[in-house]
């Protein structure tokens, strides 16, 4: 995982361990076989030319148009990655557990500040997250509404289920601002989420996005471009892969 590079699609081979197994990735990451038939699209129309990379990066805005959110200009012409790093996934990724000064340490070592940190976190509007991953958060700690630890519970039990889902905010399959409303109401589903509120530098933030959804959606485009431009390959590095799954 060295940035915008696709390495993420690559299944595992005799010379490498891939990074769909590491932890923060297994059984979390979905839709390999959504990007898999816009590939083969794309294959049979324009063979060699567009990269999963590039896929991945207009799949994510795209789905965040789809889902009622922003939009955004996305910059192409990255290549694919010829291998994969299991490791890498495993240490790079934050952890749901990561406290305030943990996580701005995450991203900041990947070039992000605070502020794009917060953004970037409100991606969380959508998707959802395993009993295995919250269970120590709505049994165990106290900044959490109790209605809200209640309900969630019923999902996910202190033993077992481990990988029953709860969405990540209260309007599921919707971008919108209402991860940072719960945010503000004590109903951030991860600890990692929760911490955003918790501290001074990133308090106010977290009450501006939650009281202004058009100022989200503005930061959210710009902090997804720098996103997008994580250390990508181009130019002769790389290569396209024909098959997101395997290199040519």
Not at 18 to 28: I, V, W
Not at 89 to 103: E, I, M, V, W
Not at 124 to 144: A, F, L, M, P
């Amino acid at each position: 995982m060295q940035g915008c590079d696709a390495s993420v699609l690559l299944d595992d081979t005799t010379s490498f361990k891939g990074e769909k197994t590491a932890r923060p990735n297994a059984n979390s990451l979905r839709g390999y076989d959504v990007i898999d038939t816009i590939k083969s699209q794309l294959e049979r129309e324009c063979p060699g030319v567009v990269s999963c990379a590039d896929i991945l990066a207009v799949a994510a805005r795209d789905s965040v148009v789809k889902l009622h959110g922003t939009t955004w200009t996305v910059p192409l012409g990255r290549r694919d990655a010829t291998t994969a790093s299991f490791d890498d996934a495993t240490k790079n990724l934050p952890s749901p557990t990561l406290n305030l000064t943990a996580l701005k340490s995450a991203f900041s070592n990947k070039g992000f500040t605070a502020s794009e940190m917060v953004t970037l976190s409100g991606g969380h509007t959508i998707g959802q997250v395993q009993c295995s991953v919250i269970r120590d958060r709505i049994y165990k700690e106290n900044n959490i509404d109790s209605n809200f630890a209640a309900s969630i519970k019923k999902n996910c039990p202190s033993t077992g289920g481990d990988t029953n889902l709860s969405p990540l905010d209260q309007t599921t399959g919707v971008f919108d601002n209402t991860y940072f409303k719960d945010l503000v109401n004590k109903k951030g589903l991860m600890h990692s989420d929760q911490q955003l509120f918790n501290g001074v530098s990133t308090y106010s933030q977290v009450n501006t996005y939650s009281q202004n959804s058009a100022k989200f959606f503005s930061d959210f485009g710009c902090a997804m471009i720098k996103m997008g431009n994580l250390s990508p390959l181009t130019g002769s590095k790389g290569e396209i892969r024909t098959n997101c799954r395997k290199t040519n």
